[in-house]
């Protein structure tokens, strides 16, 4: 793999929109796992279409090549990852500093449950979260170069 493919996305401009442009995603084995596909996608039609800061100003038609802006891509992961592992250590502290017992179950799995149901929450929240980010109309990419 070259290294323009493993520094950046590449698609094709379809539409220009003021200063940001929308562009038609390569669809790449890494998109099953990738944690900003909410963000791109697939459209009725099956295309990902992803909208982008224009600043060298691509035109309709241009192959480009796409990078993140200010290191969006660990802020997600650290919401999609981090709040649920939050959530998941909570609920084991907050069964073993309160001291709830059951008497016909073990205190560890007792804890590992609570564990579950703060991971679950910690999930929501950050799925949540994540939904308002992906719908708030920001862009979080923007063209580096036209190939």
Do not use: W
């Not at 796992?33 to 279409?49: E, F, H, Q, W, Y």
């Not at 590992?112 to 910690?122: I, K, N």
Request: aromatic content about 8%.
């Amino acid at each position: 793999m070259s290294r323009d493919q493993e520094e950046f996305e590449t698609g094709i401009v379809t539409d220009i929109q003021g200063e940001e442009a929308l562009v038609q995603l390569n669809l790449q084995e890494a998109c099953e796992t990738c944690g900003a596909r909410l963000l791109c996608v697939p459209d009725n039609s099956g295309k990902r279409i992803l909208r982008v800061a224009n600043p060298i100003h691509a035109r309709v038609g241009s192959r480009v090549a796409i990078s993140e802006q200010s290191g969006f891509l660990l802020k997600l992961s650290v919401l999609q990852y981090g709040i649920p592992f939050i959530g998941f250590l909570s609920g084991i502290f907050l069964l073993y500093f309160t001291g709830v017992t059951v008497a016909a179950l073990p205190p560890e799995l007792i804890m590992f449950s609570g564990g579950l149901v703060g991971l679950f929450l910690g999930a929501v929240i950050s799925r949540r979260l994540a939904g308002k980010i992906a719908g708030s109309g920001e862009t979080f990419f923007e063209i580096a170069r036209i190939l």
